[in-house]
Each structure stands twice: as structure tokens, then as C-alpha cells.
């Protein structure tokens, strides 16, 4: 039997087009996160606000970035100071991704991993100081 024969026979499970648990999951660590960036701007302003985003960005930037643009929309942060905040946890976020890669991965995977991480790290950096 050839390797064409053998891979056109095998048993491929298309798996879920939703993962509720995943799902789930989150849903809940956004409501955390919005529930804590708003409660940190109130109690420590905008210094409590990046302290947060930092920590919030260490799991996933994306909630970090949905829980500032809430407040910005609810008229609870002007739009200009969205920036940092948004910033701060994508860095933090980029940083677990180099340290994963470097720790969970070959050497081999790491050296393609990591340059484009801090390249497009750099580069947003880069844009917002040069629009700022």
C-alpha cells in the first residue's frame, strides 16, 4: 500500500465548530477583567488602570483591549488615554507568548517564534509614539 493510499483512507474528525467550555471560559475571564479595569481606574486612576491591563494581558489581550474600549465607550475614559492601557497588555501578552515558545518549544521553534512577536511588538510601539 502506498503513503497516498494510507493518508486518503485515514479517519479525519472534523471535531466542533464551538467549544462551549472554551467559550465559557472566555466569557467569564472578559467579565473579570472589565469588572477589574473599571474598579482599578476608580480607585487608582490611570496608573491603577495600566497596573491592571498589564496583569489582565499576561492571559490575554484581547479581553484587555475589549475592557478599555468599553469604558471609552461609556464615556468613562476619553479616547486618547485608551492607548497605553491597550498597549501595556498586548506587551505583557506578548511577553508570555515569547517565554512559551522559548520554554515549551524547541530551540528551532523559538528562533522563528520570537523575532516576528517583538517585531510586530516593536513596530506597534513604534506607530503609536510616531501618531502620539
Not at 471560559?25 to 491603577?48: C, H, K, P, S, Y
Not at 486618547?80 to 515569547?98: C, E, F, Q, R, W
Amino acid at each position: 500500500m502506498s503513503a497516498a493510499t494510507s493518508c486518503s483512507e485515514a479517519v479525519v474528525d472534523p471535531g466542533e465548530a464551538l467549544n462551549f467550555k472554551v467559550a465559557a471560559l472566555f466569557a467569564f475571564t472578559l467579565t473579570v477583567i472589565l469588572i477589574a479595569a473599571a474598579a482599578l481606574r476608580a480607585w487608582f486612576g490611570e496608573t491603577g488602570l495600566v497596573a491592571g491591563a498589564a496583569l489582565a494581558g499576561l492571559a490575554d489581550a484581547h479581553s484587555t483591549a475589549v475592557s478599555v474600549a468599553s469604558l471609552v465607550a461609556s464615556g468613562k475614559m476619553p479616547v486618547g488615554d485608551a492607548s497605553v492601557p491597550i498597549l501595556v497588555g498586548l506587551t505583557t501578552n506578548s511577553m508570555t507568548k515569547i517565554i512559551l515558545a522559548m520554554t515549551s518549544g524547541s530551540k528551532a521553534f523559538a528562533l522563528r517564534v520570537v523575532p516576528g512577536i517583538v517585531i510586530v511588538l516593536a513596530a506597534t510601539w513604534v506607530g503609536w509614539l510616531i501618531g502620539s
